[in-house]
């Protein structure tokens, strides 16, 4: 049943309400990798230790996003030595947030663990992940708060965060941590695509739905490089804008255009108003002064903002409309067709994948 309380909710929101209070009763272990070939078995090995304490059924997909190492090769062995393991392999690069696309889709957890493949996410925080969502939360986001990483990394790590929590009002920490533990109807609601999977705590909070965030473990890197630098700080601001945009003025384009088209038009139309009183009361020559063409300019722009907010107020109006399925760009998966338990999440997808 709905209470009262919740009416400032989404409709999906509310509609979800009571499965999000359910008990926890089945484990996705989801992990982008892309040449990691010399953790894997390791982090695999720590994983099902962990999991056998937690006791729940379980199931680990490994997305391998272009590695050109034998990543993928250890996966297929992995997955034929343990049927719990899952794998996508990507054609080539698509990026985190595709990966973390492709594993939701096919996820059938009740909860959706995301991790790094690189061992410096510690697999023993698993049950405080997991006691974290038990205390009514639908999002645990991890925090390292001590960093096992070298300055050109956390530097723009801390600017960006820092950038974060005031434009989107969401308080924490680490947008930047992969560590993260989802209900399964989160992963449903927010689409990830180009580089938003560092923001699925803005678009979760932005769907009502409510947001923790957990300090862990961190550790050095043992194997391989990291596959981040400063570059990355540019496409986070870049994508920020796209955030705010989308969880702030998605349904209501008008009050983003509207009101510098409002001041633009205002100005033009005072100062034309002005131009006017000069021309037929102090009867001045106005055809070479700037202002007149700065009025002119002002009202063309104002026109144009209004024009775009009309344009995007017909787009959000017909936003709520059924998406079509694209098919993922995966080359072949292991273990799909095989695996043992539990409800699909989305079938008609999972098998455009499993086709993949």
């Keep these: 049943m709905v209470t009262t309380r919740h009416t400032d909710l989404p409709v999906s929101r509310l509609l979800s309400s009571d499965i999000t209070e359910r008990p926890i009763t089945s484990l996705t272990i989801l992990i982008p990798v892309m040449d990691e070939e010399g953790n894997l078995r390791e982090l695999h090995q720590r994983l099902t230790t962990v999991i056998a304490r937690i006791a729940l ?11 050109r190492d034998g990543t993928w090769r250890l996966i297929s062995e992995l997955s034929r030595s343990d049927h719990q393991v899952l794998g996508l392999r990507h054609r080539r690069n698509f990026g985190k947030a595709q990966a973390l696309s492709n594993g939701f889709a096919v996820a059938r957890g009740d909860v959706i663990v995301t991790m790094d493949g690189d061992l410096q996410d510690d697999p023993d925080e698993l049950p405080r992940f997991l006691s974290k969502l038990d205390e009514g939360y639908d999002l645990v986001s991890g925090w390292k708060q001590r960093r096992k990483d070298p300055l050109g990394k956390t530097v723009p790590s801390k ?12 308080q924490l920490h680490d947008f930047n941590c992969g560590f993260k533990a989802y209900r399964r109807e989160v992963t449903s609601s927010i689409r990830l695509y180009g580089e938003l999977h560092r923001f699925t705590p803005v678009l979760a909070h932005a769907e009502g739905f409510r947001i923790a965030e957990l300090p ?3 550790h050095a890197r043992q194997w391989g490089s990291s596959k981040y630098g400063w570059s990355r700080l540019t496409k986070g601001f870049l994508d920020l804008f796209t955030v705010i945009f989308l969880t702030q003025y998605r349904q209501r384009p008008m009050h983003l255009f509207g009101l510098p088209g ?3 038009l205002a100005l033009g139309v005072l100062l034309g108003v002005w131009l006017t009183f000069v021309k037929l009361v102090l009867n001045d020559s106005i055809g070479t002064r700037p202002a007149l063409l700065l009025s002119v300019l002002l009202v063309v722009i104002g026109t144009q903002f209004f024009g775009l907010g009309l344009i995007g107020e017909y787009q959000a109006h017909g936003s709520n409309t059924p998406r079509s399925v694209q098919k993922p760009p995966l080359k072949e998966t292991v273990g799909l067709r095989t695996r043992p338990y539990l409800e699909a999440n989305d079938p008609d997808l999972e098998s455009s994948v499993a086709a993949g």
């Design 57 to 67: 059924p379980y199931e680990i997909i490994f997305v391998d996003d272009g590695s």
């Design 159 to 170: 600017v960006f965060n820092w950038t974060v929590r005031r434009s989107s009002g969401v």
């Design 216 to 218: 862990v473990k961190h």
């Design 262 to 264: 409002l001041v633009s």
